[in-house]
């Protein structure tokens, strides 16, 4: 069998899409972290010595989504079109919920960068809150959505 990603001689490639066709292509992504009670308040009430954490998550989301093919081997670079990130909280349990929406009119999809951008967005909340909350998680890094190109549309259910 003959992986998409190694050439005859089982050295690294890239999958070659020059002859697909262009197509719209959107992508929706998203992450959670948790954090105490004492770094939840901190965000709200912006007091964090390290500034505005959720404005800086959300430029964080979107420079990782545009990075995405310089740091994960394989992805093709692409011309993003749309890239919306935002942040919903939940006091109930001390979380912060980053959603990363993304479009392209392109020949391949855009579902890498939604994630790349959540990761690194969340990864930035961690640098930000690590002085006050050393117990965060991370955690439901998903897509919940991707359209365009061959395969159907997904949905997470």
Partial sequence: MQLSHLD?????KMIDISF???????AR????IKVG????????????KKG??????????????KKTSDLIPMCHQISL???????ED???????????????EGKTGVEMEALTGVSIGLLTIYDMLKSIDK???????????????????FKRA
């Fill in 52 to 65: 505005a954490v959720l404005e800086t998550a959300i430029l964080a989301a979107i420079m990782g989504a």
């Fill in 37 to 48: 009670k004492d770094a939840f308040e901190a965000v709200k009430k912006q007091e964090v």
């Fill in 81 to 87: 079109s749309k890239i919306k990130a935002f942040v």
């Fill in 8 to 12: 005859e001689n089982n050295y690294p």
């Fill in 135 to 153: 117990n965060m998680e991370i955690s439901n890094i998903i897509l919940e959505y991707k359209e365009g190109g061959k395969s159907a549309k």
């Fill in 20 to 26: 697909k066709e262009s197509s719209k292509r959107i």
């Fill in 29 to 32: 992504a998203s992450g959670r």
């Fill in 90 to 104: 939940d006091e109930k349990d001390f979380s912060f919920k980053l959603i990363v929406e993304l479009a392209c």
